[in-house]
Each structure stands twice: as structure tokens, then as C-alpha cells.
Nanobody, 127 residues
Framework: QVQLVESGGGLVQAGGSLRLSCATS????????MGWFRQAPGKEREFVAA????????SVAASVEGRFTISRDNAKNTVYLQMNSLKPEDTAVYYC????????????????????WGQGTQVTVSS
């Protein structure tokens, strides 16, 4: 289990931006695929974005493509989610997740593929 701590959530108006961060003290951070998921009230947790160990490959949900960008800084053991042009429907608790990268595997997109989770950070977008 990897301990993950998210930050950066808050209240923003529609059209605004936020940057979420997820930090860990895990020494082998660069061995992990990192992902972001979100869960709105009454809805299932859904995939937002994921990034491979060196940032060379990313996967982004169609609903946020072109607006959200995932990146990582292995020297800081941190993964980021830059969220631009936010919409009210982006309102949710955002969770950071991690799983050891498997050589040759596609970047996972299912919540069940990830083994470690943060506590979540609330993002609220007002109209």
C-alpha cells in the first residue's frame, strides 16, 4: 500500500481552473502508474486520467479531454491534475490512485486495477 495525499481542491466558478496535487513518500514512486478518479454524489467512481511511470504515456477520459492534463514529477514524488475550463458537472470528490506498473501493459482505467488510494479532495464548480 502506498500512502497518497491529495490537495488543491476547492470552490471555483465555471470556466475557472484548479490544479490538484497528489504526493507520496514512497521511494519507488517512479515504479507506479498514477491515476485520478472522481465520484459525484449518487454516482459511481469514474476514471479521469492516468499516467505511466515516466510521464511518457497518458490516458484521459473523453469527458475531460482537452480540458484536464495529468503530469508527474518523480523528483518530488507528486502527480498533478491541471483542470481548466471547469464545468459544474466536474463537481466531485477527486481521488488519487496508484498501482505498480507492469512492463508492456496498457495504462489501467478501471478503479479495480489500482491498489492504493488517497482520501480524496472536494472540487466544487459553481455555475
Amino acid at each position: 500500500q502506498v500512502q497518497l495525499v491529495e490537495s488543491g481542491g476547492g470552490l471555483v466558478q465555471a470556466g475557472g481552473s484548479l490544479r490538484l496535487s497528489c504526493a507520496t513518500s514512497e521511494r519507488t514512486f517512479s515504479s507506479y502508474v498514477m491515476g485520478w478518479f472522481r465520484q459525484a454524489p449518487g454516482k459511481e467512481r469514474e476514471f479521469v486520467a492516468a499516467i505511466n511511470w515516466n510521464g511518457g504515456t497518458t490516458s484521459v477520459a473523453a469527458s475531460v479531454e482537452g480540458r484536464f492534463t495529468i503530469s508527474r514529477d518523480n523528483a518530488k514524488n507528486t502527480v498533478y491534475l491541471q483542470m481548466n475550463s471547469l464545468k459544474p458537472e466536474d463537481t466531485a470528490v477527486y481521488y488519487c490512485a496508484a498501482v505498480l506498473e507492469r512492463v508492456g501493459a496498457f495504462i489501467p482505467r478501471r478503479s479495480t486495477d489500482f491498489s492504493s488510494w488517497g482520501q480524496g479532495t472536494q472540487v466544487t464548480v459553481s455555475s
